[in-house]
């Protein structure tokens, strides 16, 4: 039997639909859906490491949607295939108010990112940050990448040049590296000038803003003793 998930109605579908889209321009991939409690916890991959000398920091895009039938499950799928299916829901006839029934594509074992998990309690809340100030360090980083890196190049080199980019710490943000901010800000994250909050828990740190969640695994050595 395929498994399915409703959303409460035709805008949760439109939001979904525009969070994996954004995350699709960013890495196409895959997403990880985690149902549970009458909630779908949707997570993208916006920057991982690519074997154990790449200092690239896991940085992950969550969104969250109600759902109203019960439903169990954490799959993977392919971010697309997904995509497809929510644009044709999106182009059916019905009355928008109603909610809607999403089947998963077929799951897939190759996204080495979604093997971890992060944690859903024991967070300690940190002063917030200015989503302005996010924005700009991400501008700067993107402004950088595309100066430093000519129009023909190869995908060693460029994953290099992001890697050495994005795994920079932000200045008076501690454990948050550049990279945060750019998945924030290219996940429509920062559309509002509510503060950021900040969250930390063991490797991990999470943003917080109206729009969604960052989260970002440190290396174990970048830890302080």
């Known amino acids: 039997m395929s498994q399915t998930f409703s959303l409460v109605d035709s805008l949760a579908l439109d939001d979904l639909h525009t969070f994996l889209t954004r995350a699709a321009h960013i890495e196409e991939g895959s997403v990880r859906l985690i149902a549970g409690s009458g909630v779908l916890a949707a997570y993208v991959a916006v920057l991982y490491p690519v074997g154990l000398r790449d200092e690239t920091p896991t940085v992950l895009g969550l969104r969250t949607f109600a759902l109203t039938q019960v439903a169990t499950f954490d799959a993977v799928v392919p971010l697309r295939a997904l995509i497809e299916r929510l644009v044709r829901l999106q182009n ?51 402004d950088e990448i595309t100066a430093a890196v000519p129009d023909e190049i190869g995908e060693k080199i460029l994953r290099r040049v992001r890697s050495e980019v994005w795994s920079r710490p932000i200045e008076g943000l501690e454990h948050v590296p550049a990279g945060a901010a750019f998945a924030a800000m290219t996940l429509g994250f920062l559309a509002t000038d509510a503060p950021v909050t900040i969250h930390e828990t063991g490797p991990w740190t999470r943003l917080t803003s109206p729009g969604g969640h960052i989260l970002v695994r440190r290396k174990p050595w970048t830890l302080q003793l």
């Open 92 to 142: 059916a006839e019905r009355d928008r108010s109603e909610e809607v029934t999403v089947g998963l594509p077929i799951e897939v074992n190759t996204a080495t990112w979604a093997a971890i998990s992060p944690p859903r309690g024991g967070w300690l809340t940190l002063d917030p940050t200015d989503p302005r100030m996010l924005e700009a360090v991400s501008r700067a980083g993107i």
